[in-house]
C-alpha cells in the first residue's frame, strides 16, 4: 500500500484512467477532505464515491436516450397546464409517467381535437420514459411507414421491427391527419402487431377509433389494429379548444366588435 498522501493521489489518477472514470478520481478527492473533516468510516467514504458516480452516468444515459428519441420539441409535465385540459387528470397522468405500464408492454392511447396537447403529453411521457432508463423513439405516424416502407424495399422488415422491438417504447404521432394506402396500412399493422404484448406504443389521434376504418382504409386492418393496441392500453381522450388559439380568440374580439360597429 502506499504510504504518502502524492502517492495514493498517483494509484488514483492511474485507476480512475483505466477505468475511464475522471469523476470518480474528482469524488475521491473531493469526498476525502469531507470525510476527514467528519470522520466517516471507509465503507461511508466510498459508497459517498460511488453514488456521485452513479447519479452522473445514469444522468448522462438519461440525456443521451432523451436526445436519441427524436422528440419535435422538449415537453414536460411540469410545462403542462392540466388546469386547462380537465379531460386528463393530473394524478392519472403522473401514475402513468411512473412507467408501470412499459413493464407489462401497456400502451397509452391520447385522442382528440387538434391543439388539445395530445403531442405534448405523449412527448413528456416519452421523456420520462427515457429518464427511468427506457430506450424511446418518437416518429409521426407517416414517418413511421416510410422507416418501415424503407426496410420492407430491401427485405429488411422483420429485422427492422426485431430492432425496434428492442425500444421499449415507440411514439406514434398523429395516426389520422393522412390516410394511407393499402400497403402502408398493412406495414403500420405489422408495427403495431409486432408490439403487442412484447413493448409499449404511445400513440395520439385526433380521430376517434370509430373513423380509423377511414384511416386505414378498411374497417377489418382498423378493427384488428385497435384490438391489440386497447388490450392492455389507458386510452385518454381530450377535451376543449385548441392551446394554440386561446390567445387569438381574445384578440379577434376587439375587432370583430369594431366591424359589428361599422355596419
Ligand atoms: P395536439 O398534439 O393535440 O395537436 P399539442 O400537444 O401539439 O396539441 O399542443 C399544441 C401546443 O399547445 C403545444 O405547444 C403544447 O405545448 C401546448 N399545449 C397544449 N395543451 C397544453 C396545456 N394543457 N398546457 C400547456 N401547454 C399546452
Ligand atoms: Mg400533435
Known sequence: MPTTAQESAKDLEYYTRALKAPRIR????????????????HEDYLAAVLAREVAAREASGANIRTRAAGFPARKTLTDFNFDHQIAADRGQIHRLA????????????????????KTHLAT?????????????????????????????????????????????????????????EAEAANLFFQLVASRYEHASIILTSNLPFSRWGEVFGDQAVAAAMIDRIVHHAEVITLKGASYRLRHTEIETLPSATAENQAH
Open 26 to 41: 474528482d469524488a475521491a478527492a473531493k469526498l476525502a477532505e469531507q470525510a476527514r473533516a467528519e470522520a466517516w468510516t
Open 98 to 117: 411512473a412507467g408501470a405500464y412499459l413493464a407489462e408492454a401497456g400502451n397509452i392511447v391520447l385522442l382528440g381535437p387538434p391543439g388539445t396537447g
Open 124 to 180: 413528456a411521457l416519452g421523456i420520462t420514459a427515457a429518464e427511468h432508463g427506457t430506450r424511446v423513439l418518437f416518429d409521426t405516424a407517416t414517418g413511421w411507414v416510410t422507416r418501415l416502407s424503407a426496410a420492407h424495399a430491401i427485405g429488411k422488415l422483420p429485422t427492422e421491427l426485431r430492432r425496434l422491438r428492442r425500444y421499449g417504447l415507440l411514439v406514434i404521432d398523429e395516426v389520422g391527419y393522412l390516410p394511407f
